[in-house]
């Protein structure tokens, strides 16, 4: 859309000499998409993360996965849902993106991330990984060195989970306290209540959907990003199958769009060219946040992200247009010498 010059000045927009920056810049009509669900469940041992986890994640998808930090407990439900099982070697916030790589390599359409606390205050997450590089540091200093370093490896991960190629389930642990509560008979007796997710301070934010669950093994809706289907404050009583499967249903009446792998076969295409994966690169993946998609490139099997493929197809096909560009003139260039040198 062109603004006229007189209106773009009057509006404070783009006059004639700056149209051309932003040629690419414009608002279309805005559209529901169908989008994967991202699921924080939170609570105190024994609320019922992992059961609630898995009996939602039943009614989501046909594949479940589940990325077991706790000593393997999710095993002891396997008789009452099926699903995928890893028990994680590590905390280590660079394992659990090869873990997602390997889950979208064998189709888990919903992932469960049990507990995601550990890649944060586990041993080998996040925190530790900071002290062990400040630590190790001439500094000292957490913010000029320890920070700095494992930062990035920290956004890699949460890339890597929001890009991830179906829905997500989170559980999180809270530090827990007690408080005195009135019992039934009139008594009074400790209940212990759960207070901030152990995660960083903002992790609540990444998530479209946030359920608290308490003792009794209920859920209360703190966050839900899906318009019209649950009130925040809502509560839900022994979340099932049904809850997850509400979800799904809610994001399925939204325009689809391409998946990771859709994306991944545009690339590798012979006749995809620079030009052509330079905007893909710049423009869908980067807007939709899929750049950070864990996967293994089809033509080397090697752990990757979506962004690192494409520029790595790109920097090929740069160079492959370049060499041939520059074929036809050294080819004339050898014959004139050949003439020169038979003269």
Known sequence: MAYPTEAARNTGGPTSHTQNQIDSLDFEDATRPATNAFIALTGPANAGKTYTALAMATGMGTTIGV?????????????LFPFKHLRMPDYRPQTLVKALA????????????????????????????????????????????????????????????????????????VKTAYELVTNKSGGVEPKKVGLKPDQRADAEYEFDFVGDLDMEHTMTVSKCSYPGLFESGERIELPNT??????????????????????????????????QLLALYRGELSQRGLL?????????????????????????RKAAAESAASTPQSTEQDAHNQERSAA
């Open 67 to 79: 990325c077991d930090t706790e000593r393997g407990r999710a095993s002891h439900y396997a008789s």
């Open 102 to 173: 390997v889950g979208a390599k064998r189709g888990i359409d919903v992932m469960i991330i049990d507990s995601g606390t550990h890649y944060w205050s586990g041993r080998g997450g996040v925190l530790e990984q900071v002290d062990r590089t400040t630590s190790a540091s001439r500094s000292g200093n957490a913010f000029t060195s320890g920070w700095k370093s494992v930062k990035p490896v920290e956004h890699e991960m949460w890339d890597a989970i929001m890009a991830y190629p179906g829905h997500v389930i989170m559980t999180l642990r």
């Open 242 to 275: 049904e809850t997850g499967n509400k979800i799904v249903r809610w994001l399925s009446e939204g325009t689809p769009l391409p998946t990771v792998q859709d994306y991944v076969n545009r690339i590798m295409k012979p006749e995809s060219t620079y030009e």
């Open 292 to 316: 950070g998609a864990a996967l293994f490139a089809p033509d080397t099997n090697e752990q990757t992200t979506l962004g690192g493929l494409i520029a790595r197809i790109g920097a090929a």
